[in-house]
């Protein structure tokens, strides 16, 4: 909910900027000083820097969960790299202040207000350093399953830019707007730093109530005679937990060895724990310090992605004024399915990484090809729907103060071309991660990814001349898709061993119920779109309409996880009492058995107790 709620405050924050200073010449100078926020954010909060630390961090959990090296080897990680990579931030914020002027020229040679664009370019600067302390945070914590800080950091940073735009926009202008970027990128680092300092001032982590139940039950004892334990089930061969740093997702492989044996045990269900793990692990390897090699390999990866947004404003610069502004609204609002549908490999990631270093391949490929899939169908729903209502969405969330109808039409127009590419960007987001899962150097990604930058680079140099900024976002979409066709064809060896056909068979199946349901809500929409009626309503309609045939066609043409999705409401529909789906309850009742008394013996009378005859 916190990451729903950090894009819906980015829409707001997008609004804001287009309600205050619409899209002209004072909004293309903000958008290109921009730039550097939105790479420091992709190398060092989202794919870069997390490739590199989540892998680490899980590593030195295992081996803690282990025991047998000597001291907290989380302790150790966070002395041995925090320190450096705290300077290298602080180094690179300084190198791009000092050369704001080049970077300016470089990024956008022909923008009208070169002055404006380095002032605030200095200003964004700053988040370097605090972007960098807030994805060292946030890979720590999602290592160690800590999940709701690092959900909060963009609620934070939205929450600071609409503030400062707000209070210092009549002021300062377009300036506000960057100061917020700098107040923001702080906010971040300290709605994360108390949770971290939790986890390393506790090495074996706070008892959890929920996993104290799960685990031990709760017993209520009536004497010595009456006992009833109430205890949720684990699941056949669950393995027990050492510490909270080991929870997974699903049963490790190590479940039914005993401590230093491999002799099979029986789960709480009776049923045979599997074979022991043939795998090495890469827990039982010996400790690597931080590798130059991955985290080069990982940061040019992220830069070389980023870069896209570098070809589109080196490109729309030499367009009339407002062209860089179009582009930038419409990627923002064209992308939220990308970023809702990622956030669960965002989460899982930690998963693959640690299923990776247990050495158990099985569950990691099977873990990814479920999470490719579902992000593949929840990013062509979102798909048909910035499709079908684009010219809705974009008068509804920017058409007001500066921003005019000519800007919508514009934005809409983009938009829908921008969301062509939606798949290739979630596909490559969501393998990029099973590549460097291991906490290894590989190059492969950024070799595919440099081939779709030149893809992207070439096309748009043909195409920005007869099409404009929708040459620009189709030269995108057709580079992004070329990368993540690479990516997947390059599964094996190189990452976690995907099956591809089955992976392209997941990926293909929602292809043809995204353009059914993209045309049955634009019909819809364009239907109720009139004159007088407010764009909320075929919005509404549209979404509704887009909804309903994905809903229906999905299990017809078997797509993977509609089926259990649909599954899993009817159930959750069900009277509550009728199952428990988590685990069961048992009830033990023991009865003391009579002894033999000796031949002539007369049993015993029971004594009444004090309190019983008070209560008479």
Not at 319 to 331: E, F, K, M, T, V
Not at 421 to 429: A, E, F, K, N, W
Request: charged residues 15%; aromatic residues 6%.
């Amino acid at each position: 909910m916190l990451s729903v709620a950090g894009s819906v405050l980015g829409l707001a924050r997008d609004q804001a900027l287009a309600r205050l200073f619409g899209a002209g010449r004072e909004t293309d100078a903000f958008l290109v000083a921009w730039t550097v926020p939105e790479f420091a954010a992709t190398l060092l909060i989202e794919d870069g820097l997390a490739f590199a630390l989540v892998p680490m961090f899980s590593l030195a959990l295992a081996r803690r969960a282990q025991g047998t090296v000597p001291g907290d080897p989380v302790r150790a990680l966070v002395a041995a790299t925090l320190p450096r990579l705290t300077l290298a931030f602080a180094a690179a914020g300084a190198l791009v202040v000092a050369a704001a002027p080049v970077l300016v020229r470089a990024l956008a040679p022909g923008l009208p207000d070169h002055a404006l664009a380095v002032d605030c370019t200095r200003l964004t600067a700053t988040c370097v350093v605090s972007f960098g302390l807030a994805g060292y945070c946030s890979a720590a914590l999602r290592a160690h399953r800590r999940f709701l800080a690092p959900a909060a950091i963009y609620c934070a940073y939205n929450t600071g830019i609409i503030t400062a735009m707000f209070v210092l926009g009549g002021r300062w202008g377009v300036r506000a707007a960057a100061v917020g970027v700098a107040v923001g990128g702080l906010l971040m680092v300290a709605a994360q730093l108390p949770s971290l300092a939790g986890q390393l001032r506790h090495p074996d982590g706070r008892p959890d109530r929920r996993r104290l139940r799960s685990r031990f039950g709760f017993w209520l004892r009536f004497g010595s005679r009456f006992r009833f334990g109430f205890r949720r089930d684990e699941g056949a061969g669950a393995a027990p937990r050492t510490s909270t740093a080991t929870a997974t997702d699903a049963p490790t492989p190590s479940a039914g060895t005993t401590a230093g044996t491999n002799a099979p045990h029986r789960g709480t269900a009776g049923q045979e724990a599997p074979a022991p793990r043939t795998t090495p692990r890469a827990a039982d390897t010996p400790a690597r310090p931080l590798a130059l090699a991955l985290l080069g390999t990982v940061l040019l990866f992220a830069l070389c992605r980023q870069s896209q947004v570098l070809i589109e404003r080196f490109l729309a610069s030499g367009l009339p004024s407002g062209a860089i502004s179009h582009l930038n609204y419409a990627q923002k609002v064209a992308q939220i399915p990308m970023t809702l549908s990622l956030m669960l490999c965002t989460v899982t990631f930690p998963v693959v990484a640690r299923a990776v270093a247990d050495g158990d391949t099985e569950r990691a490929r099977a873990r990814v090809e479920r999470d490719v899939a579902l992000a593949a169908g929840l990013v062509l729903l979102g798909t048909a729907t910035v499709v079908a209502c684009a010219p809705q969405m974009v008068q509804l969330l920017f058409q007001r103060g500066a921003f005019r109808a000519a800007d919508t039409a514009a934005t809409a127009g983009v938009m829908r071309v921008y969301a062509l590419g939606l798949l290739g960007q979630t596909v490559v987001g969501a393998l990029a991660r099973c590549y460097f899962s291991a906490g290894r150097a590989n190059w492969y990604p950024l070799g595919a990814m440099a081939v779709g930058i030149a893809a992207t680079a070439g096309a748009g140099a043909w195409a920005v001349g007869p099409w404009g900024v929708s040459g620009i976002a189709a030269a995108n979409a057709a580079g992004i898709t070329v990368t993540a066709a690479l990516l997947v064809a390059g599964t094996g060896p190189r990452s976690v061993p995907v099956r591809v056909r089955r992976v392209l068979g997941d990926l293909a199946r929602p292809v043809p119920v995204a353009v059914a349901a993209a045309v049955a809500g634009a019909l819809v929409a364009d239907r109720l779109a009139a004159p007088g009626v407010s764009p909320a309503v075929p919005l509404a309609a549209g979404a509704a309409a887009v909804v309903g045939v994905f809903a229906v066609l999905a299990p017809v043409l078997g797509v993977r996880g509609a089926v259990p999705a649909v599954e899993s409401v009817r159930r959750s529909l069900r009277p509550v009492t009728r199952r428990l789906p988590h685990g069961r309850i048992s009830l033990r009742i023991r009865f003391p058995l009579p002894r033999r008394l000796p031949p002539g013996a007369r049993p015993r009378r029971p004594r009444k107790s004090r309190g019983s005859r008070r209560s008479r």
